[in-house]
């Protein structure tokens, strides 16, 4: 199976090298992507949008014969679920690692913008539950892989029109929440919620990590993905 792999904000196709061996031992075609501005100036960037990313999944997508899985850490879940609802034929499935399918019009989030960019913030500017497994030599490691973003993409809405997407079977691969917990709290998303309910196929699972499992349980990551590729 071709397992299309896109990264979060500030991340680019090497952030999954430590999940690709687990997937190809398992028998599938793992294509890690970087997506369009990733770690270019403002004046390369500026004008691209989260619908730019979308289309280079998309692109992607009409390069395969067979329909794939969509994996999207973080904002990149709103990229393949955008990517989804373009070409809904030629999807197998969509995990999403510690996100949400996003409503129409939805955005990924808002962060500074420094240069007409966004760079990474560093670790020390999230939230304890989402940095707690992340060791002081793992970000040390991981911070010089990280890259700016285009200022447009994390507040750009996502276009989505196509109601086959809630046919696509979904699985959600949760940092710290279990199936009963996340569908709680999901419930009181409002749109958020109304999005995740209207898609016929969909499971929980939950990874027991924080949010960046690809550099603190790679190989649990991966073998959760091959569990949801079936």
Do not use: C, Y
Not at 67 to 96: M, Q, Y
């Amino acid at each position: 199976m071709d397992v299309i792999l896109v990264p979060g904000l500030w991340l680019d196709a090497s952030s999954w090298d430590d999940v690709l061996p687990v997937l190809e031992a398992a028998g599938h075609t793992p294509h890690a992507l970087t997506m369009p501005g990733v770690g270019a100036a403002a004046a390369e960037s500026a004008e691209i949008t989260i619908a730019d990313w979308i289309a280079a999944v998309v692109a992607e997508l009409d390069t395969l014969e067979s329909p794939a899985v969509l994996v999207g850490h973080s904002g990149g879940g709103n990229v393949v679920w955008g990517a989804a609802d373009a070409r809904p034929e030629k999807v197998a499935r969509v995990v999403f690692v510690d996100t949400i399918p996003p409503h129409p019009g939805g955005q990924i989030s808002e962060f500074p913008i420094v240069d007409g960019v966004i760079p990474f913030p560093g670790w020390e500017f999230f939230d304890d539950e989402d940095v707690h497994d992340l060791d002081a030599a793992t970000r040390e490691r991981t911070a010089p892989m990280t890259k700016s973003v285009p200022a447009r993409v994390p507040t750009d809405p996502v276009p989505l029109a196509d109601p086959r997407r809630f046919d696509l079977p979904v699985t959600l691969l949760m940092g710290g929440m279990d199936e009963p917990t996340f569908r709680r709290a999901v419930a009181q998303w409002g749109p958020h919620g109304d999005e995740f309910a209207a898609i016929a196929d969909a499971e929980v699972v939950e990874l027991g990590t924080a949010h960046w499992p690809q550099f603190t349980k790679p190989a649990d990551l991966g073998a959760a993905i091959v569990a949801a590729v079936r």
